[in-house]
């Protein structure tokens, strides 16, 4: 019996410790990834503002072929939504553009509902860097709220969300290349 409150004492000391060092823990994060597409610049850009595109190189989408979708606007427009609702991995909520600037940048809000409420900036950038090669860049930018950004002690966002986003990138890079 004495062990087994020496064990319970430890654990909530332990889950006590994690939560007092997430009240004083980052929490706004951001990753930053690039890959460099043999193809110009405007052709890549019209592929990425089709959101729906993403159905054919984003890791997230592919996770689930059952997902269920909903689409709401004219596809690579402002204001164009696209949501979801699917299994664990890829959870639940909706992207929105939110501005366009044509070959340049195309601003994505994303707003998650499960397995945690969270929004998210995910900017997609293109750049000219020679007639037939494009620099496409993606960003997450975010933040956990308290007691989520726990996570943040143990693992970084990058650790945790970067292999997606670089397995994406290579998808698209494929994809386009071809």
Sequence with gaps: MKILIILIIVVVTAIVAILIAALFSKKA???????????????VFD??????????????VMSDPTMKKEFRG???????VYAW???????????EIK?????????????????????????????????????????MISEMKYPMNAILIFSSAEKLLGPDMEQSLN????????
Excluded: C, M
Aim: charge should be positive; avoid cysteine.
């Design 29 to 43: 994060y951001s990753i930053h990834k690039h890959i460099i597409i043999n193809k110009p610049v405007q052709e």
């Design 47 to 60: 592929y990425l503002k089709i959101i729906t595109n993403q159905e054919k190189f984003s890791k997230w």
């Design 74 to 80: 004219t596809d690579g427009t402002v204001g164009f």
């Design 85 to 95: 609702d699917s299994n664990k991995k890829a959870g639940a909520g909706e992207q």
């Design 99 to 139: 501005g366009i600037e044509n070959g340049k940048q195309l601003d994505i809000e994303v707003r998650f509902i499960r397995p945690f409420v969270a929004v998210a900036k995910t900017p997609f950038t293109t750049e000219a860097i020679a007639p037939n090669q494009t620099k496409v860049s993606w960003s």
């Design 171 to 178: 998808n698209l890079k494929t994809i386009l290349e071809k």
